[in-house]
């Protein structure tokens, strides 16, 4: 085969797509070092496979895609493959050969194999598994990192190898959502003087036209889908594009979807008093099991924050299941307590735990003298509130707890849980969990208040067996 010199090397097939603004400007921008920061599902691999497929067919240079896994740089090159396409689509139907003229026909031309496109004038991209950047020391093209924020030691490493390659001439490319700071991803991001940066929220994105949609592809209002998502602290870092660091729920959705399915067929009872209105008195009386134990927990709070009292279901050798929640709010302690002797006077009432900091010390004591051993106090300071997050954690991922199915009028269960963000420090023996509270979506006025008094119910459980004179089941 013959190789032919392009007579217009520099002009582009003639093809047909939209862009959105944001796209546009990164399409179009040839710097050596371009950084995007855009919000989920923006079109960051979409605009980057066409920015590099273009860029091959006009100069003929390779383009490699890494990322941590096969997988991941596998799914940029596929979109660079149905880019490719249709780049080979506009010439067979236009006979448009401005990119280089061969003997040979096209689809000798446009060669697809895996993991590696060959494309006319000696262009190719290959897509590589980046996770040692030791292996990346021998390239000689560009390079395009695919969520570099998740790189090992930052990226550090990798940026330290791959970044010669863009004194010789070749572009390097760096994509990725937000994650922690302490990465060179965060630096290149803040750093526009020196890099070519694409910043874009989602707030940008709705500004310039994007349409949001809801579960049916309807669309819908930011705050809408922000209530669909669910997830207030992923919310900051996915589609706000803020660097929160390395958080992530304490509970997946995983096990929050089965902990649903397993309480589908228990019975749950919820009660909501505001003030004084609400409270039906024999209101546990009428309700209780006639087998198994209650265990209790009992998250405090007087105003602002919901006052929460997680009653759940236990039976031999079987999984906790919730069967009462009680949320008050703006109630009096007087009250409070009155409801917390009334879940406790049943015959099924084995423990309970309340949070005895703060407002809640003068209550859970009272309770403590009134029930013994049946009552325990716990002080969320020092290292306990990390303690009864570990245990809650724990439980779910066993699939030792049932909840509401999520799927219906209880999902605000399954968000509060969710909304417990864990951080972790350290390695080995000196490994450190830390937990954050952030917003539940579906319900503005708990602060992870149910998802603690569940972990106080859990915590209850412990005690169980333990402690002489406490029902064994």
Known sequence: MTTKTPKNPTNSPRLSFKLDPAQQRFFAD??????????????????????????????????????????????????????????????????????????????????????ELMLPGGGKVVSLPGRNPDTLAGLTGNVIFTEFGLFPKGGYDHWRVVFPL????????????????????????????????????????????FVLRDQKGEPTTLDVF??????????????????????????????????????????????????EAGWVEDYFKSRMPTTGRLEMGWDVARRGHLSSLWINH????????????????????????HIVKAAMSGPRVGVGCGDATGLGMDSNETLHDLYGDRWEPVDFGGKRKSDLGSTLATTFTDGGQAIPPIDGAHKFIATDLYAIQKEEEGGGASRRLKLYETPNPLMG????????????????????????GLWVL
Not at 63 to 82: G, N, P
Not at 445 to 456: G, K, Q, R
């Open 166 to 209: 863009a004194t010789r001439g070749f572009h390097v490319i760096a994509i990725s959502t937000p994650r922690g700071k302490d990465s060179k991803f965060f630096e290149l991001v803040n750093d526009p003087d020196t890099y070519a940066v694409h910043f874009c929220d989602i707030y940008q994105s709705i500004a310039e036209g």
């Open 226 to 275: 922000r209530k669909l998502y669910g997830d207030e602290a992923g919310w900051q870092r996915e589609y706000e594009c803020k660097f929160t660091g390395d958080l992530e729920a304490l509970v997946k959705w995983s096990q929050l979807i089965a902990a649903g399915e397993l309480g589908r067929s228990h019975p749950f009872d919820l009660l909501r008093v505001d003030g």
């Open 30 to 115: 040839e710097s050596r070092v371009q950084v995007v920061c855009w919000h989920r599902q923006k079109g960051k691999d979409f605009t980057t496979a066409a920015k590099a497929v273009m860029h091959a067919l006009r100069t003929g240079q390779p383009w490699y895609i890494i990322s941590l896994t096969q997988r991941q740089a596998d799914e940029t090159f596929a979109k660079c493959v149905q880019w490719a396409k249709a780049f080979k689509a506009v010439i067979e139907a236009t006979n448009e050969r401005a990119f280089t003229e061969y003997d040979a026909t096209l689809d000798e031309e446009f060669t697809f194999r895996a993991r």
């Open 445 to 468: 006025e708990s602060h992870c208040d149910i998802a603690w008094s569940a972990a106080l119910a859990l915590y209850g459980s412990s005690l169980i067996g333990v402690r002489p």
């Open 314 to 337: 236990a039976l031999p050798g079987k999984f906790k299941s919730l069967r009462f929640l009680v949320l008050m709010h703006g109630v009096s302690f007087e009250l409070q307590r």
